[in-house]
């Protein structure tokens, strides 16, 4: 989600991205979980306008740019797992996004962003397999 953050607001190439919460954080990031994050980072940015698409139909108050840029990027990147990512549960998906909106962000945008997941995941669940 920081990587996300800083590509959307700060304009930062990924990889810089990435190498600047590396050396912010001041840890080592496993291999499998750096090729995990990359994964979804990638995936996430080349699935924007679909994503953005949907939460602006989902948020009908809320224009996309309105929206705060961390609420955007937890956003995107759950929607990302809940459309791209078969391997993971929608309420996996779900819970992280909400957990990490919680820290974050706070109270008001862990409910918004649960209720938007929601909506997307009970559509989901209703269409034909």
């Known amino acids: ?16 991205a990435f190498k600047h919460l590396q050396e912010k954080l001041n840890i080592k990031i ?11 980072v990638s995936g996430t940015i080349a699935k ?18 309105r929206l705060a840029a961390v609420d955007r990027s937890i956003l995107r ?5 809940i459309f791209h990512e078969q391997g993971t549960p929608y309420n996996v998906s ?6 990490i909106a919680k820290k974050f962000c706070g109270e008001q945008s862990s409910k918004f962003i649960n209720g938007i997941l929601g ?10 397999q």
């Open 1 to 16: 989600m920081q990587v996300l953050y800083q590509v959307d607001v700060g304009k930062m190439d990924v990889d810089d």
């Open 30 to 40: 496993e291999d499998r979980d750096m090729d995990f994050a990359r994964h979804l």
């Open 48 to 65: 924007l306008p679909e994503l953005d698409t949907e939460i602006s139909r989902l948020s009908h108050d809320w224009k996309l740019e």
């Open 77 to 81: 990147m759950a929607l990302y797992e």
């Open 94 to 99: 779900i819970n992280e996004a909400v957990e």
């Open 119 to 128: 909506k997307v995941v009970q559509e989901k669940q209703k269409l034909p």
